[in-house]
């Protein structure tokens, strides 16, 4: 496109929406970074979007100078329409706690498309854009499955396997990935071959990202979904070099890089490194070498009550428990009853508690709990040793002191909420299961520390009950 | 060599472009409140649904058979992106506008 200078009204219009539509993702972007702006900018990068969408179809010319037919025209209005029908409708009704999976599958889908529109260029033009052509294909491919798998787990369809062989199989996977990328573009083959080619690594990329995702434990999904998202926006980005168009170039790079920037923040926030993260088959149950000593206590019903309504300072830390429980609603209730009776209540989020940064937050938004009442890892530790008493909702791994006490534990030297640094500490837990990761708690077998077995949810409601009932 | 040469001469802009993007992206998105990762990610996949421009393209000059049923597959996937995906987003940052009332 950017080669046909010939000055045509209609492809200076054209080029010129899709530096606009460029500019609207970054602000959008931008704004979306901010709390009081975020809702704004969602709305400057859908514009962004729609834009580019119209002019591309009224304005679009190919290599030969023809528009768009009109019964394209009608298909494509057709297919766009369904879309946007099915994709508002599942955004729509899917389930606060279940808005992972869903960014999981939205993601998936984008990656499909990447690796539908190069496989159709490089047929179209198997020697237009080749390395760039393959590298959208592969990746989309890539991003597609893995995305699919992560979708599966998060939703409790498909079960992790952990096998370091996996971690070999993958890199082998990875090394025929990169040669047959070369054999494609150096091998000199003639035009049929390359075609066989091409599609064995369409198949490759398929399995890659499978056994790529499959492996990876729950503690690490957040980070591999947004791996996987910047991944689509790479995907993206190439597809727009085989165009030249720079919406979607610059939109898909904008993407890689927030999804980039995302995944390192998390990594950081659990103390591990990308490579570790998808090289390591996470949560297969590091060899610990500390013995756990002390007994696990319960503390009934009325005791819970009695010391909750005549405490201070109360921290509640919520994990995915919470979310799994649906108990975000109820433990608002709690927080607002403590609240009347004069109690401190807060919310201590820690950036990977449940399965996704920032799950918390959100569904204790959902639960109209207010902003001013969570408070973040870094913020509300030098303050534990006040608090009288901190209550765990389906939180483990996030509050586990191995992380400061045990070199030998998997989650050695992660930042935790200093749960066990309060003068009293509720543990709710279906059961003595591990946490997501597979790692044996300390922090149940502190003196301080009580249980309170059952379901998040019905737990809460009943501590509710017996505070109403004092 | 010839090849690596020709390839980077012949796509100077759109290197220019991804170059500078990269940078880009990294300054628009750092220092973001960890509460606004999830709708912030969600956006963010949203904004990868702009492949859909290649649908258009493709499904707009369609004449194969092949490029009829791939085209349009891509782009009623790319429209779920982004359909669902804004609406997703839309919804997450609905919530966080109410609670600060």
């Given at each position: 496109?950017?080669?046909l200078?010939?000055?045509?009204?209609?492809?200076?219009?054209?080029?010129?929406?899709?530096?606009?539509?460029?500019?609207?993702?970054?602000i959008?972007?931008?704004?979306?970074?901010?709390?009081?702006?975020?809702?704004?900018?969602?709305?400057?990068?859908?514009?962004?979007m729609?834009?580019?969408?119209i002019?591309t179809?009224?304005?679009?010319?190919?290599?030969?100078?023809?528009?768009?037919?009109?019964?394209?025209?009608?298909?494509?209005?057709?297919?766009?329409?369904?879309?946007?029908?099915?994709?508002?409708?599942m955004?729509?009704?899917?389930?606060?706690?279940?808005?992972?999976?869903?960014?999981?599958?939205?993601?998936?889908?984008?990656?499909?498309?990447?690796?539908?529109?190069?496989?159709?260029?490089?047929?179209?033009?198997?020697?237009?854009?080749?390395?760039?052509?393959?590298?959208?294909?592969?990746?989309?491919?890539?991003?597609?499955?893995?995305?699919?798998?992560?979708?599966?787990?998060?939703?409790?369809?498909?079960?992790?396997?952990?096998?370091?062989v996996?971690?070999?199989?993958?890199?082998?996977?990875?090394?025929?990935?990169v040669?047959?990328?070369?054999?494609?573009?150096?091998?000199?083959?003639?035009?049929?071959?390359?075609?066989?080619?091409?599609?064995?690594?369409?198949?490759?990329?398929?399995?890659?990202?499978?056994?790529?995702?499959?492996?990876?434990?729950?503690?690490?999904?957040?980070?591999?979904?947004?791996?996987?998202?910047?991944?689509?926006?790479?995907?993206?980005?190439?597809?727009?070099?085989?165009?030249?168009?720079?919406?979607?170039?610059?939109?898909?790079?904008?993407?890689?890089?927030?999804?980039?920037?995302l995944?390192?923040?998390?990594?950081?926030?659990?103390?591990?490194?990308?490579?570790?993260?998808?090289?390591?088959?996470?949560?297969?149950?590091?060899?610990?070498?500390?013995?756990?000593?002390?007994?696990?206590?319960?503390?009934?019903?009325?005791?819970?009550?009695?010391?909750?309504?005549?405490?201070?300072?109360?921290?509640?830390?919520?994990?995915?428990?919470?979310?799994?429980?649906?108990?975000?609603?109820?433990?608002?209730?709690?927080?607002?009853?403590?609240?009347?009776?004069?109690?401190?209540?807060?919310?201590?989020?820690?950036?990977?508690?449940?399965?996704?940064?920032?799950?918390?937050?959100?569904?204790?938004?959902?639960?109209?709990?207010?902003?001013?009442?969570?408070?973040?890892?870094?913020?509300?530790?030098?303050?534990?040793?006040?608090?009288?008493?901190?209550i765990?909702?389906?939180?483990?791994?996030?509050?586990?002191?191995?992380?400061?006490?045990?070199?030998?534990?998997?989650?050695?030297?992660?930042?935790?909420?200093?749960?066990?640094?309060?003068?009293n500490?509720?543990?709710?837990?279906?059961?003595?299961?591990?946490?997501?990761?597979?790692?044996?708690?300390?922090?149940?077998?502190?003196?301080?520390?009580?249980?309170?077995?059952?379901?998040?949810?019905?737990?809460?409601?009943?501590?509710?009950?017996e505070?109403?009932?004092? | 060599?010839?090849?690596?040469?020709?390839?980077?001469?012949?796509?100077?802009?759109?290197?220019?472009?991804?170059?500078?993007?990269?940078?880009?992206?990294?300054?628009?998105?750092?220092?973001?409140?960890?509460?606004?990762?999830?709708?912030?990610?969600?956006?963010?996949?949203?904004?990868?649904?702009?492949?859909?421009?290649?649908?258009?393209?493709?499904?707009?000059?369609?004449?194969?058979?092949?490029?009829?049923?791939?085209?349009?597959?891509?782009?009623?996937?790319?429209?779920?992106?982004?359909?669902?995906?804004?609406?997703?987003?839309?919804?997450?940052?609905?919530?966080?506008?109410?609670?600060?009332?």
């Open positions: 496109m950017i080669l200078n010939t000055m045509m009204p209609g492809q200076v219009v054209l080029e010129y929406s899709y530096l606009l539509s460029a500019i609207m993702f970054v959008g972007l931008k704004l979306e970074s901010h709390p009081e702006t975020a809702r704004k900018g969602n709305f400057w990068a859908a514009s962004g729609i834009l580019p969408m002019t179809l009224v304005l679009n010319k190919n290599a030969a100078g023809e528009g768009i037919g009109l019964v394209n025209v009608i298909a494509i209005l057709l297919i766009i329409g369904a879309g946007t029908i099915v994709g508002s409708i955004a729509r009704k899917v389930k606060m706690t279940a808005m992972p999976q869903m960014v999981s599958f939205f993601n998936a889908t984008g990656g499909a498309a990447s690796a539908a529109v190069a496989l159709i260029e490089f047929n179209k033009d198997p020697n237009n854009a080749v390395l760039v052509t393959l590298l959208g294909l592969m990746v989309g491919s890539v991003a597609f499955s893995g995305s699919m798998i992560a979708y599966g787990k998060l939703d409790g369809k498909v079960g992790d396997i952990f096998s370091k996996m971690t070999y199989v993958n890199l082998l996977f990875m090394a025929m990935i040669a047959l990328i070369l054999l494609v573009i150096f091998g000199g083959f003639d035009v049929q071959t390359r075609t066989y080619l091409v599609y064995g690594l369409l198949v490759l990329s398929l399995v890659y990202g499978v056994s790529f995702v499959m492996p990876i434990g729950g503690a690490d999904m957040p980070v591999v979904i947004s791996l996987l998202n910047s991944l689509t926006g790479i995907a993206a980005a190439m597809a727009g070099f085989i165009y030249q168009n720079e919406a979607m170039i610059l939109g898909g790079i904008l993407v890689g890089a927030a999804g980039t920037i995944t390192i923040q998390m990594c950081r926030a659990m103390n591990r490194s990308l490579i570790n993260v998808i090289v390591g088959a996470f949560g297969g149950g590091g060899a610990s070498n500390a013995e756990v000593q002390g007994s696990i206590k319960e503390i009934t019903l009325s005791d819970a009550a009695v010391l909750l309504s005549y405490s201070q300072k109360v921290v509640i830390i919520p994990g995915y428990g919470l979310a799994v429980a649906q108990a975000q609603h109820i433990a608002h209730e709690l927080d607002s009853l403590l609240g009347s009776k004069g109690v401190e209540v807060k919310y201590a989020i820690h950036p990977v508690a449940g399965r996704m940064p920032g799950h918390m937050n959100v569904l204790l938004a959902e639960a109209d709990v207010p902003y001013e009442q969570l408070v973040e890892m870094d913020d509300i530790n030098p303050d534990m040793p006040n608090v009288d008493v901190a765990v909702v389906g939180a483990n791994d996030v509050v586990n002191p191995a992380a400061y006490d045990d070199p030998g534990s998997p989650i050695y030297g992660m930042p935790i909420i200093d749960a066990h640094l309060a003068k500490i509720i543990i709710m837990k279906r059961g003595m299961g591990k946490g997501y990761a597979g790692i044996e708690n300390f922090l149940f077998f502190n003196d301080k520390a009580r249980m309170l077995f059952g379901d998040a949810k019905s737990s809460i409601t009943k501590l509710v009950n505070i109403k009932s004092m | 060599m010839e090849n690596v040469l020709s390839f980077l001469t012949a796509n100077k802009d759109a290197i220019f472009i991804i170059v500078l993007s990269v940078f880009l992206g990294f300054e628009v998105i750092s220092n973001v409140p960890s509460v606004l990762h999830t709708p912030l990610m969600s956006g963010a996949n949203a904004i990868s649904g702009v492949i859909i421009i290649g649908g258009i393209i493709l499904v707009g000059h369609a004449t194969t058979t092949l490029e009829w049923v791939l085209g349009s597959v891509a782009l009623f996937m790319a429209t779920l992106n982004v359909a669902g995906g804004f609406v997703v987003t839309d919804r997450m940052l609905e919530m966080f506008k109410k609670k600060k009332k």
